[in-house]
């Protein structure tokens, strides 16, 4: 049976985001059908049933006229959200353990990190000063999670299984077992009042932009044990105001920050971040997805659909997550 081909359109230019080798294992996942690299492969648009992308250009899927699903290879979907051509046919996102388990350990990484000094203490080696502070146990820190969703989740659950006392903001109404849950815009301020540590695992909406900004941050918890509070963010950078975390690292409102995305990616070499002696910096690497497993979960939906069954982890585009 001719099936609809699966159109592959991967713009990461990094070595993580290798379109070569998501190709290589569509092929192998998707022996059936024929799995088509854009831009270099010879194609009629009509055949194409199935988009798999990251970061695709403005335009680029509404040129496929029997489109039936679009699969984004990442768990974020706000550059796709920003198209106003988008297809109006069903968009899914990744939500597996995989990726789940990757941004978690980049989670612990960082709140541990701050928690445990490291900043001070390889600061300390560099001077070959044997100097160490007061330790506190991790019940002490309040760690705070914006985005209490398939990533926020799991960290948070993590994090309390650590001895950290954490809590959670979302939406709409969560219950999870050994985290304090806040939602909507009336508990933002409670739920930060408590936080020394904020991670930010928001999406990125009209809602959710440019959260993360001076007025937030002057929230966070006051006399906290670190110091000042810290910023831990790898949800996207869209949500953060750049001059903001700058301004409030300087002057103390903010006593560090680990930041996995920026406003403008790659980050610009004249960005003050890049040698910012309060911050951590990753290349928006905390979770990379896998195209092992990634490959696999698209087979796999792309089969169920095709036998009449539901697609899952859909956006809803009215939410825009
Ligand atoms: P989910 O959709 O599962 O969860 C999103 C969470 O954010 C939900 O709890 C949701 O609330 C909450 N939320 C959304 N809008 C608001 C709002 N306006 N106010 C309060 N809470 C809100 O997403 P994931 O957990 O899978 O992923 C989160 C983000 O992480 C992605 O969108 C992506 O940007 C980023 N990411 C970054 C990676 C990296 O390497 N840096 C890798 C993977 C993802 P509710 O529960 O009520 O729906
Ligand atoms: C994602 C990402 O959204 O890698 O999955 O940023």
């Not at 768990?75 to 990744?94: E, F, H, N, Y």
């Not at 040698?275 to 796999?300: F, G, M």
Request: net charge neutral; hydrophobic share 40%; charged share 20%.
């Amino acid at each position: 049976m001719n099936k609809g081909a699966l159109a592959l359109l991967v713009h990461g230019g990094t070595e993580n985001w290798s379109p070569q080798r998501w190709k290589d294992r569509f092929d192998q996942v998707c022996s059936d059908r024929r799995v088509l690299l854009l831009p270099d492969a010879a194609f009629d648009p009509a055949e194409i049933h199935y988009a798999a992308v990251w970061k695709p250009a403005q335009g680029e899927l509404a040129a496929f006229p029997n489109l039936r699903v679009i699969f984004n290879l990442g768990a974020g979907v706000d550059a796709l959200m920003a198209d106003s051509t988008l297809p109006k046919v069903p968009l899914v996102r990744v939500a597996v353990d995989d990726l789940t388990v990757r941004m978690t350990e980049y989670v612990v990484l960082h709140v541990l990190m701050h928690h445990r000094q490291e900043l001070y203490l390889r600061a300390s080696q560099r001077e070959k000063r044997w100097a160490p502070k007061f330790q506190r146990p991790a019940s002490a820190i309040s760690v705070g999670v914006m985005g209490l969703g398939t990533l926020g989740s799991n960290a948070a659950q993590v994090l309390g299984r650590l001895g950290f006392r954490v809590s959670g903001w979302s939406r709409s109404a969560r219950q999870i077992d050994g985290i304090e849950c806040f939602h909507g815009n009336a508990q933002l301020e409670p739920f930060l009042r408590r936080t020394d540590i904020l991670v930010c695992l928001l999406p990125l909406t009209p809602d959710t932009r440019h959260i993360l900004n001076r007025e937030l941050f002057a929230k966070l918890h006051r006399n906290s044990p670190l110091g000042a509070p810290v910023l831990v963010n790898a949800g996207r950078g869209g949500l953060q105001n750049e001059a903001d975390i700058l301004a409030c690292l300087d002057d103390g409102t903010l006593g560090a920050a680990s930041l996995d995305v920026y406003e403008t990616e790659p980050l610009p070499a004249d960005s003050p971040f890049w040698a910012h002696p309060k911050v951590v910096l990753t290349p928006h690497n905390a979770a990379d997805t896998d195209p092992d497993e990634i490959s696999k979960y698209v087979a796999r939906q792309i089969e169920r659909f095709e036998a009449g069954g539901t697609l899952e982890n859909v956006v809803d585009p009215a939410r825009g997550y």
